[in-house]
């Protein structure tokens, strides 16, 4: 018998639940997607705002800032099963990363670790992105990838 209410109290929890949705990983839901007619005008925009970030530690929040939005975007197309946009999407984010990387190496310490945390904080999410893939196929690879990436810049920066 308990068993059985256990089973009913399971399948009464809403799909929502287990929705993998950037809301469910605490990142900020992007309105403008990969394949979406205006992405590249929002592309120029943040290309554009990063030549006005003259300071190292505006460039280094600017960089986290866009980390995080590829991070979103590439967990809406992974749900979306947008599998066109996938490819360039986990491209974006193994750069994002490099280039916050890239401005962290001469940081100091503290703000070194802080890349390393945020590395940490989205390793996992895209680990759940890569298990959404049978294994050993092109999306999922690609996800592993990204994850490697996030392994091996955190490594230099420690």
Do not use: C
Not at 18 to 28: M, V
């Amino acid at each position: 018998m308990a068993v059985f209410s256990v089973l009913i109290l399971f399948l009464s929890i809403p799909a929502a639940i287990f929705a993998q949705s950037p809301e469910s990983f605490g990142l900020p839901v992007q309105k403008t997607l990969p394949g979406n007619s205006s992405y590249a005008f929002k592309r120029l925009k943040e290309k554009t705002a990063t030549l006005f970030k003259f300071s190292k530690k505006a460039k280094s929040s600017y960089r986290q800032t866009l980390l995080e939005k590829r991070v979103s975007e590439f967990v809406s197309l992974v749900e979306n099963k947008n599998q066109l946009e996938i490819a360039n999407a986990s491209q974006r984010i193994a750069y994002e990363a490099g280039k916050l990387a890239e401005n962290s190496y001469h940081r100091t310490k503290e703000e070194r670790d802080k890349v390393v945390g945020l590395f940490e904080k989205y390793r996992p999410v895209l680990e759940k992105m890569r298990d959404n893939f049978p294994a050993n196929s092109p999306f999922w690879l690609l996800s592993q990838q990204d994850v490697d990436t996030f392994n091996i810049l955190s490594a230099k920066l420690k």
